[in-house]
C-alpha cells in the first residue's frame, strides 16, 4: 500500500463484509438483493430485545432529503421505547442502488417497502408495522397486504392519490424551478427525475383503497384535514387522527433551514409504539452489509477521522491505492448524496476510470450524530471546517491526488479545504459566500432565529447596517478599498478566496448559475478575475444562461455534470468518456 494513503477509521469492530449483532445501536447497512441492494439504517433497542420492528418509508425528492434528520429523530424515539427501527432508501434514489430515472420506478419503490419488512422480519422480529411520509404513506398502503401481518400502519402527511400528487409536484417544479426542454422526455419533480413511465404507475396508486386489518394513524396538516381525499382515507381505514403543526418548515422550508417538528415526532412515536406488546418478546439478531459490489464497482460504508464522520467509499478494481480521488461536499443541513442525487451518480462512474470517490456528512447532518429535539445546525462554523479538513485527510490520497467539489456551502467548505491542505483541483459550484474571514456580525442569516436576547439585537443591527452602508457605498468604492474591506472580512470578494486557491496551486474551475453570476458581479468578481490572468494558476469561472442555484433544473444539473467530468478527467490527465447532456445550456466564461 502506497505509504501516503490514510487508512480509513471503519465501523468500530464491525467487518467489512457482514456481521450479526444483538447489542443495542445505529447500524448502517445494505440489504435485499446483491445485484441492487438497498441501502438502509437500522436501529436496534440497547439491550438487543425488541418489543417489535417497524420500517419508516420515506418521501421523495427534496422532501426525501429535507425531512431525513426527521426521519431520524423518530427512529430514534422508535427504538427508545423498545422496537427495532429500519430507515432506508428506495431503489434508485438515495444511497440505493439504481437509475432514478430508470424504466419502473415505481414498482421498484413499491417492492423496496417489501424488501424492508423482509428485512426487519429477518432480525428475529415477528410484529411489524409500517410508518410512511408523504409518498412514503403512500407506498406503504399500497403493498400493505404484501407485508404480511402488520401491527400498525401510520400515515405521516399521507399523499392520498398518485395522479394528484405527481400534477402537483410537476406544476411546483414548472412553476418554482423552470421548464424543461422537450427534447429530453424524462419527468422532473422537485428533487428528482423520473423515467416517462412513472406518469401511469403514479396514477395507479390510491391510499384509499388499502386493505388491512392494522390500527391504522392519519396525521395531517390542518389545512389538510377536512379535504376529500383526507376524509375518504380516514373512513376507508377506520383511522385515528392527529393534526400536526409546523410542517411547512419542515417540508417546504423557504431556505436552507429544516426545522424538525419534534412535538408532532414525539406524537407519531408514542402512538406507533402503544400498538406493540408491552414487554420485550424478541432477541435482535441484525445482518449487516457494509460493503456492496454492483457492476464492478465497491462500496464501502466508513466513519472518517475522530470525529466519526459517516462516509462512503466507492472504488474498483482500476483505482489504484492512494490515487485519484474525488471528494464530494454536502450542502447546508442536506446529507451526502448532492444535488438531484448527482454525487451518487458521479460516485458510481468515475470509478469505472481509476478514481476513487469519498462522499461524506458533516457533524449534525444525515448519519454523523444523534439527533436532538431542538436540533439547529449552524451552516458555518469551526466544526465544520474541521470536518471539510477530515475529508480531505481521510480520502485515502495524498491532497495533490484529491479534486474536492460541493455546491453553495459545500463550495466554500470545499474551497476551505482546497486552501488549507493544497488539493490538486476544486470544482466549485454556484458559490455564494466568497469570504475568507468570516465575522459573525457580517454573515447574519435565519440560522440565527433562535437567539434572542442583547447580543442577537446587536448583531442583527450591525448586519443590517452593513448591508446598507454597501450597497450604497459599492459603485464609489476604489477597488484597493474593497480588498482591504474584503481581507478583514466585511465583504465578499470574490478574488480574495481565488487568489489563495491560485497560490497553493489549485487547479480552480467556478461554475454559476444565472442567479449566482449575478452574484459573483455585483461582488466585483469580474474586476478580481482580470488581475489574476497573470498568474500560473488561473482559475476559470463560467457562467450559465439558464437554470437555478440548487440545481433542481434538470438541464443545468446535465451540463454541471458534464463539466465536472470534464474537470476530472483534466486534473488526473484520465479520459473518462460520458454521454453528452441531452439538452445543451449556453455558458459564457467570465
Not at 388499502?210 to 381505514?237: C, F, I, N
Not at 474498483?316 to 450542502?331: H, K
Request: one cysteine or more; charged letters at 20%.
Amino acid at each position: 500500500m502506497n505509504s501516503s494513503r490514510t487508512a480509513p477509521r471503519r465501523i468500530g469492530s464491525v467487518p467489512a463484509e457482514s456481521s450479526s449483532r444483538t447489542q443495542g445501536g445505529k447500524y448502517p447497512t445494505w440489504f435485499g438483493p446483491s445485484d441492487s441492494p438497498l441501502f438502509g439504517t437500522v436501529h436496534v433497542p440497547s439491550d438487543g430485545r425488541a418489543r417489535g420492528g417497524v420500517v419508516l418509508c420515506p418521501p421523495l425528492g427534496k422532501e426525501q432529503v429535507d425531512s431525513y434528520r426527521g426521519m431520524t429523530l423518530l427512529a430514534q424515539k422508535l427504538c427508545a421505547q423498545g422496537l427495532l427501527v429500519l430507515r432506508f432508501d428506495y431503489r434508485g434514489t438515495g444511497d440505493s442502488w439504481g437509475d432514478q430515472d430508470g424504466p419502473g420506478a415505481v414498482g421498484h419503490w413499491q417492492r423496496s417497502v417489501v424488501e424492508a419488512v423482509s428485512y426487519v422480519r429477518s432480525c428475529g422480529v415477528g410484529e411489524v408495522g409500517l410508518v410512511g411520509l408523504r409518498m412514503g404513506a403512500l407506498l406503504a398502503c399500497s403493498v400493505a397486504t404484501e407485508c404480511g401481518p402488520l401491527t400498525a400502519l401510520t400515515l405521516w402527511d399521507p399523499v392520498v392519490r398518485g395522479r394528484s400528487y405527481l400534477h402537483e409536484q410537476r406544476a411546483l417544479y414548472s412553476v418554482s424551478v423552470t421548464t424543461d426542454s422537450d427534447a429530453d422526455p424524462r419527468v422532473s419533480i422537485i428533487g428528482a427525475v423520473l423515467h416517462p413511465d412513472s406518469v401511469a404507475d403514479f396514477s395507479a396508486l390510491d391510499a384509499a383503497k388499502t386493505s388491512t386489518d392494522a390500527p391504522v394513524l392519519v396525521a395531517t396538516r390542518a389545512e389538510r384535514g377536512d379535504s376529500k381525499p383526507v376524509r375518504r382515507l380516514v373512513d376507508a381505514l377506520s383511522a385515528d387522527e392527529h393534526t400536526l403543526t409546523g410542517h411547512d418548515d419542515f417540508l417546504e422550508p423557504s431556505d436552507f433551514e429544516v426545522i424538525i417538528p419534534a412535538a408532532d415526532i414525539a406524537t407519531l412515536a408514542t402512538w406507533t409504539a402503544s400498538k406493540f406488546p408491552s414487554r420485550p418478546a424478541y432477541d435482535v439478531e441484525v445482518l449487516l452489509r457494509t460493503r456492496s459490489l454492483v457492476d464492478g464497482i465497491h462500496e464501502s460504508i466508513e466513519f472518517l477521522g475522530a470525529q466519526e464522520l459517516f462516509a462512503i467509499r466507492s472504488s474498483s478494481d482500476r483505482c489504484l491505492p492512494g490515487g485519484p480521488t474525488v471528494v464530494f461536499y454536502p450542502t447546508a443541513n442536506e446529507h451526502r448524496v448532492g444535488p438531484v442525487r448527482m454525487w451518487v451518480e458521479l460516485a458510481r462512474l468515475l470509478p469505472w476510470f481509476g478514481v476513487s470517490t469519498v462522499r461524506f456528512d458533516r457533524r449534525g447532518t444525515g448519519e454523523s450524530g444523534a439527533v436532538t429535539d431542538g436540533e439547529v445546525t449552524r451552516l458555518y462554523s469551526s466544526e465544520g471546517n474541521e470536518d471539510a479538513l477530515t475529508a480531505v485527510q481521510q480520502s485515502g490520497t495524498s491532497p495533490d491526488n484529491v479534486l474536492v467539489s460541493g455546491m453553495c456551502s459545500g463550495s466554500w467548505y470545499s474551497s476551505f479545504a482546497a486552501r488549507e491542505m493544497g488539493v490538486r483541483s476544486a470544482v466549485l459550484l454556484n458559490t455564494l459566500d466568497w469570504t475568507t474571514r468570516r465575522l459573525e456580525f457580517v454573515k447574519r442569516s435565519s440560522m440565527h432565529t433562535e437567539e434572542t436576547g442583547l447580543r442577537a439585537r446587536v448583531l442583527d443591527r450591525l448586519h443590517h447596517w452593513g448591508v446598507a452602508t454597501k450597497n450604497a457605498l459599492q459603485p464609489r468604492i476604489p477597488y484597493a478599498l474593497w480588498i482591504w474591506l474584503g481581507r478583514r472580512g466585511l465583504i465578499q470578494v470574490p478574488e480574495i478566496s481565488l487568489r489563495l486557491l491560485s497560490d497553493r496551486g489549485v487547479r480552480t474551475q467556478v461554475l454559476l448559475s444565472p442567479s449566482d453570476a449575478t452574484w459573483f458581479e455585483t461582488n466585483r468578481g469580474p474586476e478580481g478575475m482580470r488581475r489574476l490572468q497573470r498568474r500560473a494558476s488561473v482559475p476559470t469561472v463560467t457562467s450559465f444562461e439558464s437554470g437555478d442555484h440548487s440545481l433542481y433544473g434538470r438541464d443545468l444539473r446535465e451540463n454541471v455534470r458534464a463539466e465536472l467530468i470534464a474537470a476530472t478527467s483534466a486534473a488526473f490527465d484520465i479520459e473518462i468518456s460520458a454521454p453528452s447532456p441531452p439538452v445543451a445550456v449556453g455558458r459564457v466564461r467570465l
